[in-house]
Nanobody, 121 residues
């Protein structure tokens, strides 16, 4: 199995910054894609950012220019740097990874439990 542990959430004032981490452990040959989503109760889960194993990135329109995704492949850890936070960024942020457990095998998807981010004065 693969376990994901997110950390770094909390309460921050508008305009502030937070850095989320997602540490993956377990049987991992390679992490194909590491992504972040966010969830607000009653709304659809929203795509935030993704990073492939080659370093390519993609961002949701609502966070472009404010959030930055990165990853440390040696530590199987991903990060989401969130700057210029707004109250509408308040949500549970979830880490998602697509993992190959063995070379040449198809990748499988795993989700973390999420970390709460609250942007409020």
């Amino acid at each position: 199995q693969v376990q994901l542990v997110e950390s770094g959430g909390g309460l921050v004032q508008p305009g502030g910054s937070l850095r989320l981490s997602c540490a993956a452990s377990g049987r991992i040959y390679s992490i194909v894609t590491m992504s972040w989503y966010r969830q607000v109760p009653g709304l659809q889960r929203e795509f935030i950012a993704a990073m492939g194993s080659g370093g390519g990135t993609a961002y949701g329109d609502s966070v472009k220019g404010r959030f930055t995704i990165s990853r440390d492949n040696a530590r199987n850890t991903g990060y989401l740097q969130m700057d210029s936070l707004k109250p509408e960024d308040t949500a549970v942020y979830l880490c998602h990874v697509s993992v190959r457990k063995f070379a040449g095998r198809p990748a499988a998807d795993y989700w973390g439990q999420g970390t709460q981010v609250t942007v409020s004065s």
